[in-house]
């Protein structure tokens, strides 16, 4: 039997790669989970005037069916909703408004972009249908070995190769017009990953999913799955930072001894199974392999910086073309790519605890904002911003692959029990791609370890599910 299991990080990768090994190897197995932060990772919150904000990864897809399943079983709720309007800004005017009229923003998106926007729908929603195959196959306990190997069980060719070319090239491919992708999947991709219309099609299209469907968020805050799930699994949260894996062997099995250091000082564990949900790249972690033959390589690619600004204050709303700030009716501001504009995306954000008495500040009076920017903010930029503010708190991240960057998929497997989850960020990144991930590892972990391999990398899954039934 599989004796103590670790799990390097407690994001949400971290919290459901613990709970999904449980799941599948049983309650007996004993979990050491190693963070370094605080339980949570980027799932943060920030806190103004007594009340708690997110400060990043906020909202849900209303099919992300593992985060629904997670929340249903922590007993946690959905946040109530509080309408909004967005629009998509150029730095001189906006290019699309939201009205509280439906069908006149349907007619607004198809007077301006005619059919491309029909036709934008009908691709985003090919692809997430495919991408919910993996659900059943997951239901079925079927696994597979490398990123590649489960896009192809999805979607075949065609998904593999949306990782490997660009959003834009793929949605003019089926017909989108360039001003559609110019003005609205330029703003969609600056507010969701901080890049531009060349970022992978699979990713582009996972983020489009999210902008045109409806979406939650957990009451309270994200980060409680995190916590919840750790707390649910009973697993061991060691506050440590893993320096590195070397690798010994007994009774002809891999044993894997983990290196870390905490405020204690130095220390080691051995584990018959590891899960890395932390990035392996030089300039994320410096961590170390030893004993490995042949050697673990650094994995190439590169992180796309970005600063979230939390700023109470007032909006400078004559920026935007509304001297009269009691005028200004939108919410959320994307921006399409315009060079001078020094943002990518700001919203009116409301707290993680919502009453039933909340309502949204008028566009006159102080308000919560949060800002996405490639850079901090400098004082003028502020000021461009907001008439005046009392506070801004500044979180700069290294959040999401830089996606130009990426040649090849990195691997899921490093060696016979030691697995590396991060990985699916360079196919998409959200938190159901990660939960998705984290599903994969555990029965991937749990069906190399007896040796279940008609269960990996199966061929026409489909049809084999179909017949399972």
Same mark, same amino acid.
């Given at each position: ?14 919290s ?11 309650p ?9 932060? #605080?339980?949570? #990772? +980027? ?7 007594k ?7 906020a ?12 929340v249903?079983?922590l ?15 150029s ?20 007077w ?15 692809v997430?249908?495919? *991408? ?7 239901a ?15 979607g075949?060719?065609? *998904? ?6 660009? =959003? /834009?090239?793929?949605l003019?491919e089926v ?20 890049q ?11 983020s489009?999913a999210g902008?045109?469907?409806?979406t939650?968020?957990v ?16 697993a061991?949260?060691?506050? /440590?930072? =893993? ?9 002809g099995? /891999? ?8 405020t ?10 590891v =899960?890395?949900?932390?990035?392996l790249h ?28 939390? =700023? ?17 009716p ?29 309502r949204?500040?008028?566009?006159q ?10 850079r901090p ?9 907001? +008439? ?13 692959p830089?996606?130009? /960057? ?9 060696h ?42 199966q061929?026409?899954?489909?049809h ?6």
């Amino acid at each position: 039997p599989l004796s103590p299991a670790a799990v390097v990080g407690a994001g949400l990768g971290g919290s459901a790669s613990a709970y999904f090994l449980q799941q599948h190897f049983g309650p007996q197995v004993q979990l050491d989970v190693y963070e370094q932060a #605080g339980v949570g #990772g +980027r799932l943060a919150t920030v806190t103004v005037n007594k009340q708690q904000y997110e400060s990043r990864g906020a909202s849900i897809h209303a099919l992300s069916l593992h985060m629904q399943d997670f929340v249903k079983m922590l007993g946690l709720k959905h946040r109530r909703e509080v309408a909004g309007k967005s629009a998509i800004f150029s730095g001189e005017h906006f290019v699309l408004e939201e009205t509280d009229w439906y069908l006149l923003n349907l007619f607004r998106l198809w007077w301006h972009y005619g059919i491309s926007f029909l036709r934008l729908q009908m691709w985003v929603e090919e692809v997430m249908e495919k *991408f919910m195959r993996i659900y059943k196959y997951q239901a079925h306990g079927y696994a597979f070995s490398s990123l590649e190997e489960l896009l192809r069980s999805l979607g075949g060719e065609a *998904f593999v190769n949306m990782t490997q070319r660009s =959003v /834009a090239e793929s949605l003019l491919e089926v017909g989108v017009t360039q001003r559609f992708v110019d003005d609205v999947i330029a703003a969609v991709l600056r507010s969701s990953y901080g890049q531009s219309v060349l970022v992978p099609a699979f990713a582009g299209a996972m983020s489009l999913a999210g902008a045109q469907g409806s979406t939650w968020a957990v009451e309270g805050g994200n980060k409680l799955v995190c916590s919840g799930l750790l707390k649910l699994t009973k697993a061991n949260v060691i506050s /440590a930072r =893993v320096t590195g894996i070397s690798l010994h062997s007994s009774e002809g099995r /891999a044993l894997y001894q983990v290196h870390y250091e905490s405020t204690e000082g130095q220390g080691s564990a051995f584990y018959d199974l590891v =899960v890395l949900t932390t990035p392996l790249h030089p300039s994320r972690s410096n961590f170390t392999f030893d004993n490995f033959e042949p050697p673990i390589a650094d994995l190439p690619g590169a992180f796309q910086p970005s600063v979230t600004s939390v =700023v109470h204050g007032y909006l400078n709303s004559s920026y935007f073309g509304f001297p009269d700030p009691k005028l200004f009716p939108f919410t959320s501001i994307l921006t399409t790519d315009t060079p001078e504009l020094f943002f990518h995306a700001m919203d009116n954000i409301c707290p993680v605890n919502i009453s039933a008495a909340f309502r949204r500040k008028q566009p006159q009076e102080a308000a919560v904002w949060r800002v996405l920017s490639p850079r901090p903010l400098d004082k003028p930029q502020l000021k461009t911003l907001f +008439r005046s503010y009392y506070s801004v708190q500044v979180a700069e991240w290294q959040t999401y692959p830089r996606y130009d /960057a990426a040649k090849a998929l990195p691997p899921v497997v490093l060696h016979e029990s030691l697995f590396y989850l991060s990985g699916v960020e360079w196919v998409a990144s959200s938190m159901e791609m990660t939960a998705v991930a984290a599903k994969n590892v555990a029965l991937l972990a749990y069906n190399r370890w007896h040796q279940q391999l008609d269960k990996i990398d199966q061929k026409d899954l489909m049809h084999k599910v179909k017949t399972e039934l």
